[in-house]
């Protein structure tokens, strides 16, 4: 005697699911519900660490100042800035406090700093520096006082030049807001070397720098901008003991758990199948497919609702880190399911036929 | 010959309960139609479901052509699908499904191919008097209608023995009529047939009559 084709037992799946349009629906909109539930919890939460982590970057969270008053390179500072995982690296030297033919008798702070810095200050608006060679770069605040812009001319201890750049260093740097900076080459000793690390290179930041400048003597003094201990948040201890990070096996274990009832009362069905010759390996695939069918349509669903309602409440799509985490948890949560689901189908099919048959 | 299916001291009780069988012995052979009656609680079903294996006995022995049957209980499932078909007194249909696709299951569960499963079910069904049925979900044929599917779905798949209890348990005289009609009409003649029935018209029709009294069988003239 055969067994059942696999096809044909597909086939029959098919048609059970196709024929019971209200218990496919309910399945299918309850994992939507779950998956998506699920994704646009995942897709929220890794919003917020992706705001703070962006937010601790734009305030320079990535960067580290070696200074030394006994000097350091500055050629050796600038040359960092072709390091690979260094986005930008600056000698900084701060000059005397002076006077402005334009407002006697207030003091603002001098400076000059090598090209290519001043993006260290002014994150994600860099000013044309190559415009800027030979004129002055004002501080916001030191414009606003002075009454000057971009073009302007400013006299300072009998020096002239133009107004290059007016810098606004509030988010990253308000302490240099009120400073009158020129660009210069990396030539000679400065005080303070800023580097600006890619957020990816975590490790060894310090230690790099405290290698690098070593023969500079004992006053060496190498501190990251923002020092981390003023920052309670991880994004990466958060986002490995978020909540949620286990919710896609309760979640699964849900929807099969749903459909471990929608088979108790499918009792005389499996009976009926038993009752004909269906092996219990032939009632597993059954019910795999039964439940693949709704639970994979409703879980891409839910993760296509989840998607486009974050998108349409952010106003853009997720970064693909996010995707990728609000996906593998719909994937999970369903293969969970899926896994659990037709389980119950051979179970079920462990008892009297006659009595199952007889099951309502 | 061999008895198409024999009971050899078979003894059973649930439990620790009272024995609902005290060393029965039955042999139906290939093509014969045996009615078993008895009243409610006897011990009718018990007997066509240790018959037909879904129930092994406390005591004693089944075989199925002569041969006794293995404890294995996966080679019990493997003889009663091969050897037994039933129609239970409850209908048993998959409701969302047509007559066709119910009849069909008993033959797609021995491999037999979704076309050719079709086509004997279809020749099944007409030899129940619901060709004209075939395409209908079952949600809308009457009582008797489905009782005759269910007879259908039993013989389509050529069992060696048809396990029938109370099969017009539930329907009226006319269309009790109907369905044993049926049933004669679409048995094979070597398909044995072990009906349990309260019913005189469903004995009548058989080769032989035993009435279960007190655990043990007693052969009544027909």
């Not at chain 1, 274990?253 to 009362?265: E, M, Q, S």
């Not at chain 2, 499904?97 to 007409?126: F, H, M, Y």
Request: hydrophobic letters at 50%.
């Amino acid at each position: 005697m055969g067994r059942w084709r696999l096809r044909d037992l597909a086939v029959d799946a098919v048609r059970n699911v196709a024929g019971t349009p209200a218990r496919s629906l309910l399945l299918g909109v309850v994992a939507a519900g779950v998956v998506g539930g699920l994704a646009f919890t995942e897709l929220a939460f890794t919003q917020g660490l992706l705001g703070f982590q962006a937010s601790f970057a734009a305030k320079g969270g990535h960067v580290v100042v070696a200074s030394n008053d006994d000097g350091l390179p500055a050629a050796r500072c600038a040359a960092l800035a072709a390091t690979p995982g260094i986005t930008g690296a600056a000698a900084v030297e701060p000059g005397a406090a002076v006077e402005t033919d334009v407002a006697p008798g207030t003091l603002f702070q001098t400076g000059r700093i090598t090209a290519g810095g001043l993006r260290l200050f002014t994150a994600g608006t860099p000013p044309e520096v190559a415009e800027a060679a030979d004129r002055w770069i004002l501080g916001a605040a030191a414009a606003d006082e002075l009454g000057l812009e971009p073009g302007m001319w400013l006299s300072i201890d009998g020096e002239s030049r133009q107004v290059g750049a007016v810098v606004d260093t509030e988010d990253r740097n308000p302490q240099i807001a009120r400073w009158i900076l020129t660009i210069a080459p990396p030539v000679g000793d400065v005080t303070q070397c800023w580097v600006e690390y890619a957020p990816g290179a975590q490790s060894g930041r310090i230690e790099l720098l405290d290698t690098i400048f070593a023969d500079t003597g004992d006053n060496l003094v190498v501190r990251p901008w923002i020092r981390l201990d003023e920052f309670a948040r991880n994004p990466i201890e958060e986002l490995a003991t978020r909540p949620q990070r286990n919710a896609w096996v309760a979640a699964g274990l849900l929807l099969a758990a749903l459909w471990w009832l929608a088979t108790w009362f499918r009792r005389a069905h499996i009976g009926l199948y038993r009752a004909v010759g269906t092996s219990p390996t032939a009632l597993l695939i059954l019910g795999f497919v039964e439940a693949a069918l709704p639970l994979i349509v409703g879980a891409a669903a839910g993760t296509l609702w989840a998607t486009a309602a974050w998108a349409a409440g952010t106003g853009g799509f997720p970064d693909p880190d996010q995707a990728r985490i609000a996906v593998r948890a719909a994937a999970s949560t369903l293969l969970v399911a899926l896994a659990a689901a037709p389980l119950l189908w051979p179970l079920t099919g462990r008892g009297s036929v006659a009595q199952q048959l007889k099951d309502r | 010959m061999n008895a198409a299916v024999a009971l050899e001291g078979v003894w059973h009780r649930y439990g620790s309960g009272p024995w609902v069988l005290e060393g029965l012995d039955l042999e139906v052979g290939a093509g014969e139609a045996v009615a078993v009656m008895g009243p409610s609680g006897s011990g009718k079903t018990t007997l066509l479901s240790i018959a037909g294996l879904l129930t092994e006995p406390t005591r004693g022995r089944v075989r199925l052509g002569g041969v006794p049957v293995p404890r294995s209980q996966r080679r019990r499932d493997r003889l009663r699908a091969e050897w037994f078909a039933w129609v239970f007194q409850t209908v048993n249909v998959l409701g969302h499904r047509t007559a066709e696709d119910n009849t069909a299951l008993s033959l797609l569960a021995r491999g037999v191919p979704r076309g050719e499963a079709t086509r004997q079910a279809r020749a099944a069904l007409g030899a129940v008097g619901l060709a004209d049925r075939a395409g209908s979900p079952v949600v809308d044929l009457s009582g008797g209608e489905l009782q005759r599917v269910c007879i259908a779905r039993a013989v389509a798949a050529a069992p060696k023995v048809v396990l029938a209890d109370e099969p017009t348990g539930q329907l009226d005289h006319a269309t009790s009529l109907r369905v044993l009609d049926a049933l004669w009409a679409a048995r094979r003649p070597d398909t044995a047939l072990l009906v349990a029935t309260h019913d005189p018209q469903v004995a009548e029709r058989c080769d032989r009559i035993l009435r279960l009294v007190d655990g043990r069988l007693i052969e009544e003239p027909t």
